[in-house]
């Protein structure tokens, strides 16, 4: 409660704030109500970060062109995924990186490295894309969503490299009790070796929600 100019910063010893608590602090700089646009989200919004910490993260092709994903989570990742033929995950009875949505909001940016380390059996140029896939509450099917980043430059040759991508991207929903997938894979490829190749590295990633 304002007293005086050295308990509330008031221009006098009369009470001139409008706001009589308590306070509470949203960010470092403001404890004033967020402004809101009227789409029913949070506007600050909130960072999730990835990473594939101390286990290898592992993208591939296998035979029949099967594309062979990589799951990011919070300092691991599990590998092996296969991307069934209409581009969906299914985690039934498989281990999962996924995350449960608190709130309801809008996914807006999506950032990814991979540092690829030495592989002597890899040939050709590939690319690596980073997208977060989505399950609804209920079910263990994932679906791609429209927050993806195509890593640039292309992975060409054994040697180590490090490509990255970034980008704004059309607000995808979300739902509370949603579960959401950082899945990095091999998007296009060219001149690749005869069958079964992958690019084993480092992976990270984060996306923006409000």
Avoid: W
């Amino acid at each position: 409660m304002c007293v005086n100019k050295d308990s509330c910063n008031c221009l006098s010893t009369q009470r001139e704030c409008n706001h009589l608590g308590p306070f509470v602090a949203i960010d470092i700089n403001c404890i004033n109500t967020p402004i809101d646009d009227g789409d029913g989200t949070n506007d600050n919004g909130s960072i999730i970060p990835f990473s594939s910490g101390i286990t290898t993260s592992v993208v591939g092709i296998a035979e029949g062109a099967t594309l062979v994903a990589s799951l990011i989570g919070f300092g691991s990742a599990i590998n092996g995924i296969t991307l069934l033929g209409d581009n969906t995950i299914d985690l039934t009875g498989i281990l999962s990186e996924a995350f449960s949505v608190p709130r309801n909001g809008n996914i807006t940016g999506i950032s990814a490295t991979f540092n690829s380390f030495i592989d002597l059996n890899l040939t050709g140029t590939h690319t690596i894309t980073a997208q977060i896939y989505r399950a609804p509450a209920g079910t263990n099917i994932y679906s791609p969503t429209n927050a993806r980043v195509d890593l640039a430059p292309p992975i060409t040759g054994p040697f180590p490299a490090i490509t990255f991508g970034t980008g704004d991207i059309e607000p995808v929903p979300v739902s509370v009790g949603d579960r959401l997938l950082m899945v990095f894979y091999i998007s296009t490829t060219i001149n690749p070796p005869a069958l079964n190749f992958s690019i084993s590295g480092s992976a990270s990633a984060g996306i923006t929600i409000v």
